[in-house]
């Protein structure tokens, strides 16, 4: 008598395509940056041709148009501002500061809160601007 065999059906193990996909899912997201806005305050920057690549953690300190100063989306009056930056500051090495100024706010502000930044004791103040 001839033995018959049981053939399985063939059949594709989907456990390791799944570890798989799971794997390149948490690789991209750990590998992803992640853009956080600088202030929540939008600003009309000024345009200008030639610059620099912007600090990585710098700083921001926003001057909108009427002259208000911002930090991190919150109006400061200038003494809070002189607060807040010696504190951050006191934690970075490099000491870099990036000012935002509206293109519209009066050249006389600009210089004041450029005042409260050197005061605070800013190595460097980097002026944003549009390329």
Do not use: C
């Amino acid at each position: 008598m001839a033995s018959r065999r049981h053939r399985r059906e063939p059949s594709i193990n989907l456990a390791p395509l799944v570890d798989i996909v799971f794997l390149l899912v948490i690789f991209f997201m750990v590998t992803s940056t992640f853009i956080t806005p600088e202030t929540g305050l939008p600003v009309d920057l000024p345009q200008a041709v030639s610059g620099e690549a912007r600090p990585a953690g710098a700083p921001v300190v926003a001057v909108a148009a009427d002259g208000t100063a911002y930090w991190q989306g919150k109006s400061l009056a200038d003494d809070e501002l002189l607060g807040k930056l010696r504190g951050a500051l006191a934690k970075d090495q490099v000491g870099t500061v990036i000012l935002r100024a509206d293109r519209k706010t009066p050249h006389g502000r600009v210089v004041q809160v450029l005042d409260i930044i050197r005061r605070a004791g800013a190595k460097r103040v980097a002026i944003a601007a549009v390329p």
